[in-house]
């Protein structure tokens, strides 16, 4: 047989998304930092748990988390083009100050 007729293994790459990612990992999803991933985690608003000696966080969570910030900045966000800005106020020009004067020359005058 010749090479050109041996079949060719073809890999198939198939993308699987995990159940449950490390905190770093979240943290390159969410954009956030790690502190604030573990703040989330205690709180209650990212599901975790132990495997072995490695935390998880369920990509579950995650997605939740994301949907409820996205909610939250839609009601949050300016309608249309929001308010026009206030027109500045005028400046009124600095009183003019007296000299002061010595009261016998008022006097005298």
Do not use: D, W
């Not at 050109?4 to 449950?20: D, G, N």
């Not at 490695?54 to 969570?61: G, Q, V, Y």
């Not at 206030?86 to 100050?97: A, G, L, M, Q, W």
């Amino acid at each position: 047989m010749s090479s050109a007729q041996l079949p060719v293994a073809r890999s198939t790459i198939t993308s699987i998304t995990p159940l449950a990612v490390a905190p770093l990992e979240a943290c390159r999803l969410l954009s956030l930092g790690l502190s604030h991933v573990y703040l989330l985690m205690r709180r209650g608003k990212l599901e975790n748990f132990h495997s072995g000696r490695a935390r998880r966080i369920t990509m579950r969570s995650i997605e939740k988390y994301m949907a409820q910030q996205l909610v939250a900045a839609k009601r949050n966000a300016p309608r249309g083009r929001g308010r026009p800005p206030k027109p500045p106020r005028p400046v009124s020009p600095p009183e003019r100050r007296v000299a002061r004067t010595n009261r016998s020359e008022l006097e005298a005058g």
